[in-house]
C-alpha cells in the first residue's frame, strides 16, 4: 500500500520518528517546510500563541500529493496543548483528499491522546493507528516497541482487508449436496 509520513519538526524530535516510522513502513516523507520564525524567546511564544488560536501559517509547497497515497500518516509537535500550526495548515488544505489516516505526535508531558483526537477531527477521519512518544524517550526501547506495534497494527489491517471472506456456497453446490 502506497504511504506517505507527512510530519512538522521544529527541533528534530517528530523528524526522527517519522524517518524511523516510513523506514518501517516503506513509506515516502514529506516534512512541512514552513517560513515562520520560530526560534528563541519570539519563536515559541509566536508557536504556542498559533497552536492555541488555530492559526493556519504560510506553507512551501509540497513534495508529494497527497491524494496518490493509500494511507498518509501525519505526525506533529504538541504546541500548548494542541496540533501544532503548519500540521494544523496541512490538514485544512488536504483533508478532503485523503483516502486513509493514521497519526502520531511527540510531546514533553504525559499522554497524547488530546493531540491525537484534535489531529482526527482536523482530517476528518478516523485514524487507522495512533502513537504517542514522549520526548525524553524518543530513543529509548520504549519508542522502537511502539513503532514496532504501530506498524503491526497497519500490516493487521492490510491482511484482513486482503483476505476475502469465506465464500457462501453457491446455488447449485447446495442444491447438489441435496441430492
Ligand atoms: C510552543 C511549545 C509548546 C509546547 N507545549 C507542549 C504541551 O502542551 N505538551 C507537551 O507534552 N509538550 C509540549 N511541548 C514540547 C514539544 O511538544 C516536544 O518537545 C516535541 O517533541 C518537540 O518536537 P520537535 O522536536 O519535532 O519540534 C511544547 C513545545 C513548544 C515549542
Known sequence: MRTL????SRTGTTRALA???????GADL??????????????????AMQARRGSLVPLA??????AAFALVVVGTPIWAGAVSSPVRTFLHHHRSHLRGLACFCTGGGESGDEVLA???RLAGHDARAHLFVRASEAASEVTTRKIAAFVERLAAQDREILTPPPSAPRQDDAAERRH
Request: with cysteine.
Open 5 to 8: 509520513v507527512v510530519h512538522y
Open 19 to 25: 524517518h524511523q516510522l516510513a523506514d518501517a513502513l
Open 118 to 120: 484534535q489531529l482526527e
Open 30 to 47: 514529506e516534512e512541512l517546510r514552513d517560513p515562520t520564525p520560530r526560534r528563541g524567546l519570539g519563536g515559541w511564544l509566536r508557536c
Open 61 to 66: 509547497p509540497l513534495r508529494h500529493d497527497p
